[in-house]
T-cell receptor, first 115, second 119 residues
């Protein structure tokens, strides 16, 4: 089974609207972390948000929030009030502690914000 | 303010050459990773290391090897480059958590990437 699944290869959203990017994960490790990264066309990887498996509350960072549903193994990224600069590739990743730290990424979602 | 540095931004090599991609981090992180990024496939983990001289295979280790002789440096080696290894290569580093409980605001830091073309 894939450790990280992002089922939306491409998404469109109107400027100023909210958008949810889906991410499901698969792990048997009780200690893990979930990341979201943004990659604009320039290629750099920009850290957005992090959620630890023991965190009781959903992580938020400015316009970004992570909808963490542990029982469903889901960690969706919500972007509120989309901006044109949000157009980019978005990656979800899982960090499994285990005996060695393994950081695995999904295939990504290309988000396009429409004016 | 540079945290993770990859030795080259662009590289062109011939088939059969031995290729070294270098990655250096200045944050004293224990964990380092090498990925390749191809359109539609996301970032695929090649190898990772959680300590000096320690290495683990990722999802696609075939055709690659790694070296970590010092904590700050993690090298990816293509023993005999082939055209199907043409790709973007990304290095990342990550601090260790404590006692298995990951710290808040954990962030993996990435290098700027190396675009490797094998001809």
């Amino acid at each position: 089974a894939q450790k990280i699944t992002q089922t939306q290869p491409g998404m469109f959203v109107q400027e100023k609207e909210a958008v949810t990017l889906d991410c499901t994960y698969d792990t048997s490790d009780p200690s893990y972390g979930l990341f979201w990264y943004k990659q604009p066309s320039s290629g750099e990887m920009i850290f957005l948000i992090y959620q630890g498996s023991y965190d009781q509350q959903n992580a938020t960072e400015g316009r970004y929030s992570l909808n963490f549903q542990k029982a469903r193994k889901s960690a969706n990224l919500v972007i509120s009030a989309s901006q044109l600069g949000d157009s980019a590739m978005y990656f979800c990743a899982i960090d499994e502690v285990g005996s060695a730290r393994q950081l695995t990424f999904g295939s990504g979602t290309q988000l396009t914000v429409l004016p | 303010d540079v945290k993770v540095t990859q030795s080259s931004r662009y590289l062109v090599k011939r088939t059969g050459e031995k290729v070294f991609l270098e990655c250096v981090q200045d944050m004293d992180h224990e964990n380092m990773f090498w990925y390749r990024q191809d359109p539609g496939l996301g970032l695929r983990l090649i190898y990772f290391s959680y300590d000096v001289k320690m290495k683990e295979k990722g999802d696609i280790p075939e055709g690659y090897s790694v070296s970590r002789e010092k904590k700050e440096r993690f090298s990816l080696i293509l023993e005999s480059a082939s055209t199907n290894q043409t790709s973007m290569y990304l290095c990342a580093s990550l601090p260790s958590g404590s006692g298995g409980l990951l710290t808040m605001n954990t962030e993996a830091f990435f290098g700027q990437g190396t675009r490797l073309t094998v001809v």
